[in-house]
């Protein structure tokens, strides 16, 4: 999956899947959403990430060879209870210095596209709660908040 500014109509980037010389831009880019993760860990999980057939979708910079300017992170999940799998954007974060010009939509649209190919018949996005401004914009997208996620981290303790 490669579109060029020209076919995304968003002059001055490319929208395709991450390259494992990606992986400093994807740390600084997860660095913008508070995950500060090594590169060397970074690496380790973009491989088993696609070993397992999940993807990540870049912005790359068409004037620099590497520079990203947003990334989004993509799962199937294969569901009993809807007639095929869900697609799923875990991660979707544009540099903060270029939000508002388009490429958090062109990741969006390529994400969609992604889950369509891969016969989802729904895709669902993760947003933290305290993500206001991140909410308007998948709602802007036609998203709608649907249920409630609850989390807990293995083995600790109950309540």
């Known amino acids: 999956m490669t579109q060029t500014g020209t076919e995304a109509n968003t002059p001055g980037y490319s929208i395709r899947f991450a390259r494992p010389s990606d992986v400093p831009e994807l740390a600084r880019l997860f660095g913008e959403l508070g995950y500060d993760i090594p590169p060397a860990t970074l690496a380790e999980r973009l491989s088993a990430f696609h070993d397992v057939g999940e993807q990540a979708l870049v912005a790359a910079d068409d004037a620099s060879s590497t520079r990203l300017l947003?990334?989004?992170?993509?799962?199937?999940?294969?569901?009993?209870?809807?007639?095929?799998?869900?697609?799923?954007?875990?991660?979707?974060?544009?540099?903060?210095?270029?939000?508002?010009?388009?490429?958090?939509?062109?990741?969006?649209?390529?994400?969609?596209?992604?889950?369509?190919?891969?016969?989802?018949?729904?895709?669902?996005?993760?947003?933290?709660?305290?993500?206001?401004?991140?909410?308007?914009?998948?709602?802007?997208?036609?998203?709608?908040?649907?249920?409630?996620?609850?989390a807990r981290v293995p083995g600790t303790a109950r309540s």
């Open 70 to 150: 947003g990334v989004a992170t993509l799962h199937t999940t294969p569901v009993l209870h809807r007639a095929g799998p869900v697609g799923r954007v875990t991660a979707l974060v544009v540099d903060a210095s270029l939000r508002g010009r388009g490429i958090g939509r062109a990741l969006m649209e390529a994400a969609e596209r992604w889950t369509a190919e891969r016969g989802c018949v729904l895709i669902e996005v993760t947003s933290n709660q305290r993500r206001v401004d991140a909410h308007k914009f998948y709602e802007g997208l036609g998203y709608e908040r649907t249920s409630f996620r609850f």
